[in-house]
């Protein structure tokens, strides 16, 4: 039983004595006590004051002499107010360490047949374009909220919907036609998805230059836009698209299979993967058709030109367009029509929708139309709305080409980690693939910590100098701080040091510190969990490691004389190691072993 539990079924058998409140053990939540204040967890009384008829003060006097008296993990206590602060008996921290050691997955909860079904959707990526540092982020989120969600106990489905269709995607289309030569990934040496973007900047490029010339002619430039004969022509690709035309459609598929190979070689580099790829293409006639259904029970309604409309002024909103007076499809129907196949493919109990803020009245609204149409979940979909990553230079704009692309980001990261390793003489006696697998891992580790320390709802400022750093909150400096305690562990297992009972050793206050917040790494997993943040995984981490660093700076380890303190610490030291490893798997970050 963790330290937490022991103490809450203390609490609960002192006010059932005391007060006769009959208090349940599992509504008691032991917190951390602050660090103005003497003490290793606290209880809140103010719920039993009533049933004691005392002051706050009074009841936490009374539950403390209890827990002294009766309970041999608390030492002494003390009372500020209606909180009592409880000092644990110092040795009964090895009997935590060892607990938490005999678990080898302390803190991960296992999913069970009745565990809730949640489907996080997240990428969403363009076949028009590479992924950028943009979709890094959504990508890293998506992926280490799956995570959080599994290590909570529940199954978890990971899906992708590509936007696979649409006007921006006949513009890299007509542009590839009109100036590709018939130029393909293998003669160009370029990844397929790299190739196509370059044609959807191409195609900008040209109708920029049409719109200038149309408006030197004295258009102004609305009546340019309507004017302008690419764009006709691309609206027509579309149409044919639409229509099923069969030369429009095979190249729209050779293209496509261009940009899924590439975006494939993205993600394994990255370290996302899906258990299931949803398609635009396939999910846009399914919405209409669940919209036509709404129409018929008269959840939504037609006007005059024939589009039809959700009126969601009751709920505090406004109408909202879900097909065009032509019969077409907008995104919301699209999004209604991938619900449609996911709740057929899966027993959903909860959706996740990984996406940028600037969406959110579009889930708002989402979530009421689900609702209406009769998807369970729909009405408790969640939108994990995260903020947007910026340049020290300003935003991203994938038409003019000013991208952070994410190919060109995770070589960049990987060859600064080289670098930077290499100056500061961490990679010495390693052969060439060691250096690589560490280059690699580090560089990548600092790109993923940076973007998912930070809270998601905020935006990042991205400079990649800031990320690969050995000291600080950063991947790196609590990679190192892994791969030295693996050393540490090593040298220990090589000299055939012995392991011996530590349980009389008294632990000092940073090693009960550092038990302490080991203990806390289920709970911090659950709290991640409930708030849809990897950043709580990320900074709990980043203070286990400070909190070893100064344990290390302070203790001898393998030189301790003494056998039973030694223990202690090897012991404290492996935890540690482990927790350490799992946290940044939570977070999609491998761990060297060495460095």
């Known amino acids: 039983m963790s330290i937490d539990n022991i103490i809450a079924a203390g609490v609960a058998r002192a006010v059932n004595e005391l007060y006769s409140a009959n208090t349940d053990a599992s509504s008691i939540v032991p917190q951390a006590t602050r660090k103005e204040f003497e003490g290793n967890l606290t209880i809140v009384v103010f719920p039993w004051v009533k049933a004691a008829k005392k002051s706050p003060e009074a009841v936490g006097k009374e539950i403390g002499d209890w827990l002294v008296d009766n309970e041999p993990a608390?030492?002494?206590?003390?009372?500020?107010?209606?909180?009592?602060?409880?000092?644990?008996?110092?040795?009964?921290?090895?009997?935590?360490?060892?607990?938490?050691?005999?678990d080898t997955e302390f803190g991960i909860r296992k999913e069970t047949e009745s565990s809730p079904l949640v489907m996080v959707e997240y990428s969403s990526p363009n076949t028009n374009k590479p992924l950028h540092l943009g979709h890094v982020r959504n990508n890293l989120l998506g992926f280490s909220l799956s995570e959080i969600l599994k290590a909570c106990?529940?199954?978890?489905?990971?899906?992708?919907?590509?936007?696979?269709?649409?006007?921006?995607?006949?513009?890299?289309?007509?542009?590839?036609?009109?100036?590709?030569?018939?130029?393909?990934?293998?003669?160009?040496?370029?990844?397929?998805?790299?190739?196509?973007?370059?044609?959807?900047?191409?195609?900008?490029?040209?109708?920029?230059?049409?719109?200038?010339?149309?408006?030197?002619?004295?258009?102004?430039?609305?009546?340019?836009?309507?004017?302008?004969?690419?764009?006709?022509?691309?609206?027509?690709?579309?149409?044919?698209?639409?229509?099923?035309?069969?030369?429009?459609?095979?190249?729209?598929?050779?293209?496509?299979?261009?940009?899924?190979?590439?975006?494939?070689?993205?993600?394994?580099?990255?370290?996302?993967?899906?258990?299931?790829?949803?398609?635009?293409?396939?999910?846009?006639?399914?919405?209409?058709?669940?919209?036509?259904?709404?129409?018929?029970?008269?959840?939504?309604?037609?006007?005059?030109?024939?589009?039809?409309?959700?009126?969601?002024?009751?709920?505090?909103?406004?109408?909202?367009?879900?097909?065009?007076?032509?019969?077409t499809s907008v995104y919301m129907t699209q999004d209604i029509g991938t619900a449609k196949l996911r709740y057929h493919d899966y027993p959903i109990d909860k959706m996740i929708y990984v996406v940028g803020n600037e969406q959110n009245y579009h889930f708002q609204v989402l979530s009421l139309l689900l609702d209406k149409l009769g998807f369970k979940w729909g009405k408790d979909l969640v939108h994990f709305s995260y903020g947007m990553v910026e340049l020290p230079e300003g935003k991203m704009?994938?038409?003019?080409?000013?991208?952070?692309?994410?190919?060109?980001?995770?070589?960049?990261?990987?060859?600064?980690?080289?670098?930077?390793?290499?100056?500061?003489?961490?990679?010495?006696?390693?052969?060439?693939?060691?250096?690589?697998?560490?280059?690699?891992?580090?560089?990548?580790?600092?790109?993923?910590?940076?973007?998912?320390?930070?809270?998601?709802?905020?935006?990042?400022?991205?400079?990649?100098?800031?990320t690969i750093d050995f000291n600080g909150n950063t991947g790196p400096f609590i990679?190192?701080?892994?791969?030295?305690?693996?050393?540490?562990?090593?040298?220990?297992?090589?000299?055939?040091?012995?392991?011996?009972?530590y349980s009389t050793v008294v632990p000092d206050e940073k090693e009960i510190a550092l038990i302490q917040w080991l203990n806390d790494f289920a709970g911090t997993v659950e709290e991640a969990g409930r708030n849809f943040s990897p950043a709580i995984i990320a900074n709990y981490t980043y203070e286990l490691v400070k909190l070893y660093n100064q344990f290390y700076h302070d203790h001898s380890i393998l030189k301790e004389e003494?056998?039973?303190?030694?223990?202690?610490?090897?012991?404290?030291?492996?935890?540690?190691?482990?927790?350490i490893k799992a946290a940044m798997s939570l977070l999609g970050i491998k761990v060297p072993e060495r460095m």
């Open 74 to 102: 608390v030492d002494r206590y003390n009372v500020v107010k209606g909180f009592l602060n409880l000092v644990i008996e110092p040795t009964y921290w090895n009997s935590v360490l060892k607990h938490i050691a005999s």
């Open 153 to 327: 106990g529940n199954r978890v489905v990971m899906t992708n919907i590509v936007n696979d269709r649409g006007i921006h995607i006949c513009k890299s289309m007509l542009a590839w036609q009109k100036w590709g030569n018939g130029i393909t990934p293998e003669k160009a040496c370029k990844k397929g998805d790299h190739l196509i973007g370059d044609f959807y900047v191409l195609f900008d490029r040209h109708y920029k230059q049409e719109l200038e010339e149309l408006m030197a002619g004295g258009m102004s430039k609305e009546d340019a836009e309507k004017s302008s004969p690419l764009m006709a022509e691309a609206r027509e690709m579309l149409r044919k698209w639409e229509s099923g035309d069969k030369d429009v459609r095979g190249c729209w598929k050779m293209m496509n299979e261009w940009v899924y190979s590439g975006f494939d070689e993205t993600y394994r580099r990255m370290g996302v993967g899906f258990d299931k790829i949803y398609y635009e293409s396939d999910t846009y006639l399914e919405g209409k058709e669940k919209v036509l259904e709404g129409l018929e029970k008269g959840i939504m309604y037609r006007k005059n030109d024939g589009s039809v409309w959700a009126d969601l002024t009751a709920e505090g909103l406004d109408h909202k367009l879900l097909l065009r007076s032509d019969g």
């Open 397 to 466: 704009k994938s038409r003019e080409g000013t991208v952070v692309d994410a190919d060109d980001l995770m070589e960049e990261m990987v060859a600064t980690a080289r670098e930077v390793s290499q100056q500061l003489g961490k990679l010495d006696g390693l052969n060439d693939a060691e250096i690589e697998e560490i280059a690699e891992t580090v560089g990548l580790g600092a790109l993923k910590y940076f973007l998912l320390k930070v809270d998601p709802r905020k935006n990042i400022t991205f400079d990649p100098k800031e």
């Open 479 to 501: 990679q190192y701080t892994y791969a030295r305690i693996r050393s540490v562990l090593r040298k220990a297992h090589e000299t055939g040091l012995e392991t011996t009972d």
């Open 562 to 579: 003494d056998a039973a303190v030694r223990s202690l610490r090897l012991e404290l030291s492996a935890v540690t190691a482990r927790t």
